[in-house]
């Protein structure tokens, strides 16, 4: 079974930084692509970053230049380093990945970012 969980999630103010982390289990983690997403109130989960087995990463428009994605395979973990937080980042944040047909997602973590 393929267990993502996420943390690092919390309160910060606008400019700040959070770093959040995802552990996964139950799966060859170094030959996965890897995700987050995120999902404010009333709004639909998004995209956020990816990142490939051999490390190649891509940002929807609005973090570029302010998030990093990355992985350290031997620790089976994701990372999120947020940087310059804005309100709108204010979500839920998930990780994700897709094996075996099948779509997995981690319980989520909140990320508040205050004015």
């Known amino acids: 079974q393929v267990y993502l969980r996420e943390s690092g999630g919390g309160l910060a103010q606008a400019g700040g930084s959070l770093r959040l982390s995802c552990a996964a289990s139950?799966?060859?983690?170094?030959?996965?692509?890897m995700r987050w997403y995120r999902q404010a109130p009333g709004n639909q989960r998004e995209f956020v970053a990816a990142i490939s087995s051999r490390g190649a990463t891509n940002y929807t428009d609005s973090v570029k230049g302010r998030f990093t994605i990355s992985r350290v395979n031997g620790r089976n973990t994701l990372f999120l380093q947020m940087d310059n937080l804005k309100p709108e980042d204010t979500a839920v944040y998930y990780c994700?990945?897709?094996?075996?047909?099948?779509?997995?997602w981690g319980q989520g973590t909140q990320v508040t970012v205050s004015a």
């Open positions: 139950g799966l060859n983690f170094a030959i996965h692509a």
């Open positions: 994700n990945t897709n094996t075996r047909g099948n779509a997995y």
